[in-house]
Protein backbone atom coordinates (compact mmCIF):
# COMPACT_ATOMS: atom_id res chain seq x y z
CA UNK A 1 0.00 0.00 0.00
CA UNK A 2 1.64 3.58 -1.27
CA UNK A 3 0.60 6.11 0.94
CA UNK A 4 0.18 9.67 -0.76
CA UNK A 5 0.46 13.17 0.53
CA UNK A 6 -0.16 16.25 -0.66
CA UNK A 7 1.17 19.65 0.16
CA UNK A 8 1.27 23.08 -1.22
CA UNK A 9 -2.58 24.33 -1.86
CA UNK A 10 -3.50 27.65 -0.78
CA UNK A 11 -4.85 31.02 -1.99
CA UNK A 12 -3.67 32.38 -4.78
CA UNK A 13 -5.18 35.12 -7.49
CA UNK A 14 -5.75 35.21 -11.07
CA UNK A 15 -2.84 34.35 -12.92
CA UNK A 16 -0.70 33.57 -10.00
CA UNK A 17 1.13 30.32 -9.64
CA UNK A 18 1.57 27.65 -7.35
CA UNK A 19 3.40 23.97 -7.24
CA UNK A 20 1.71 21.19 -5.37
CA UNK A 21 3.77 18.52 -4.57
CA UNK A 22 2.94 14.73 -3.89
CA UNK A 23 5.26 12.55 -1.73
CA UNK A 24 5.12 8.51 -1.46
CA UNK A 25 5.71 6.47 1.04
CA UNK A 26 6.63 3.17 -0.96
CA UNK A 27 10.36 2.50 -1.78
CA UNK A 28 9.07 1.47 -5.33
CA UNK A 29 7.64 4.71 -5.73
CA UNK A 30 10.20 5.26 -8.64
CA UNK A 31 8.22 2.10 -10.58
CA UNK A 32 4.54 3.74 -10.53
CA UNK A 33 3.16 6.32 -12.80
CA UNK A 34 1.49 9.07 -11.28
CA UNK A 35 -1.21 11.43 -11.75
CA UNK A 36 -2.75 14.62 -10.53
CA UNK A 37 -6.87 15.39 -10.41
CA UNK A 38 -8.90 17.28 -8.90
CA UNK A 39 -12.65 17.98 -7.66
CA UNK A 40 -13.84 21.66 -8.34
CA UNK A 41 -16.65 22.01 -5.62
CA UNK A 42 -19.81 20.51 -6.84
CA UNK A 43 -18.57 19.03 -9.45
CA UNK A 44 -17.00 15.53 -10.22
CA UNK A 45 -13.71 14.59 -9.96
CA UNK A 46 -11.37 15.39 -12.81
CA UNK A 47 -7.89 14.18 -14.94
CA UNK A 48 -5.32 17.17 -14.74
CA UNK A 49 -2.17 15.62 -15.94
CA UNK A 50 -0.15 11.83 -15.38
CA UNK A 51 3.48 11.45 -15.68
CA UNK A 52 5.52 7.70 -16.10
CA UNK A 53 7.67 5.76 -13.61
CA UNK A 54 10.86 7.91 -16.07
CA UNK A 55 8.92 10.97 -16.41
CA UNK A 56 9.69 10.54 -20.16
CA UNK A 57 5.63 10.29 -20.85
CA UNK A 58 3.32 12.57 -19.52
CA UNK A 59 -0.26 13.71 -20.30
CA UNK A 60 -2.46 16.60 -19.65
CA UNK A 61 -5.91 17.97 -19.45
CA UNK A 62 -6.91 20.29 -22.33
CA UNK A 63 -8.08 22.91 -19.97
CA UNK A 64 -4.60 22.60 -18.05
CA UNK A 65 -2.10 22.33 -21.09
CA UNK A 66 0.32 25.30 -21.48
CA UNK A 67 -0.61 26.52 -18.15
CA UNK A 68 0.64 23.33 -15.49
CA UNK A 69 3.76 20.94 -15.60
CA UNK A 70 4.00 17.45 -13.56
CA UNK A 71 7.30 16.47 -12.98
CA UNK A 72 8.95 13.84 -10.66
CA UNK A 73 12.23 13.30 -8.88
CA UNK A 74 12.25 9.65 -7.63
CA UNK A 75 14.86 10.31 -5.17
CA UNK A 76 13.03 11.70 -3.12
CA UNK A 77 9.50 10.02 -4.17
CA UNK A 78 7.87 13.38 -5.16
CA UNK A 79 5.72 14.22 -8.01
CA UNK A 80 5.08 18.19 -8.50
CA UNK A 81 2.67 19.65 -10.50
CA UNK A 82 3.12 23.38 -11.21
CA UNK A 83 0.35 25.37 -11.70
CA UNK A 84 0.59 28.87 -14.03
CA UNK A 85 -1.51 31.43 -15.37
CA UNK A 86 -4.18 30.36 -13.26
CA UNK A 87 -7.49 31.00 -13.29
CA UNK A 88 -10.59 30.81 -11.13
CA UNK A 89 -11.73 27.86 -12.83
CA UNK A 90 -8.61 26.03 -11.55
CA UNK A 91 -10.20 26.26 -7.87
CA UNK A 92 -10.66 22.67 -6.65
CA UNK A 93 -9.35 20.09 -4.05
CA UNK A 94 -6.44 18.38 -5.79
CA UNK A 95 -5.19 14.80 -5.62
CA UNK A 96 -2.20 12.55 -6.30
CA UNK A 97 -2.70 9.15 -7.27
CA UNK A 98 -0.58 6.45 -8.36
CA UNK A 99 -0.96 3.17 -10.51
CA UNK A 100 1.67 0.61 -10.40
CA UNK A 101 2.30 -0.21 -14.03
CA UNK A 102 1.47 1.12 -17.57
CA UNK A 103 1.81 4.52 -18.79
CA UNK A 104 -0.24 7.18 -17.72
CA UNK A 105 -3.99 7.54 -17.50
CA UNK A 106 -7.13 10.05 -17.48
CA UNK A 107 -9.36 7.45 -15.89
CA UNK A 108 -10.07 7.41 -11.78
CA UNK A 109 -10.24 3.47 -12.33
CA UNK A 110 -6.49 3.84 -13.66
CA UNK A 111 -4.86 4.65 -10.40
CA UNK A 112 -5.39 2.54 -7.36
CA UNK A 113 -3.93 4.14 -4.03
CA UNK A 114 -5.12 8.47 -3.76
CA UNK A 115 -3.70 10.72 -1.26
CA UNK A 116 -6.00 13.12 1.17
CA UNK A 117 -6.03 16.21 -1.06
CA UNK A 118 -4.69 19.96 -0.99
CA UNK A 119 -7.32 22.64 -1.43
CA UNK A 120 -5.83 25.38 -4.17
CA UNK A 121 -8.36 28.49 -4.54
CA UNK A 122 -8.02 31.03 -7.33
CA UNK A 123 -9.61 34.09 -6.40
CA UNK A 124 -10.67 36.92 -9.51
Known amino acids: QVQLVESGGGLVQAGGSLRLSCTAS????????MGWFRQPPGKEREFVAG????????LYADSVKGRFTISRDNAKNTVFLQMNSLKPEDTADYYC?????????????????WGQGTQVTVSS
Open 97 to 113: ASRPYGGPRTGQGDYDN
Open 26 to 33: ARSFSTYT
Open 51 to 58: ISWSGRST
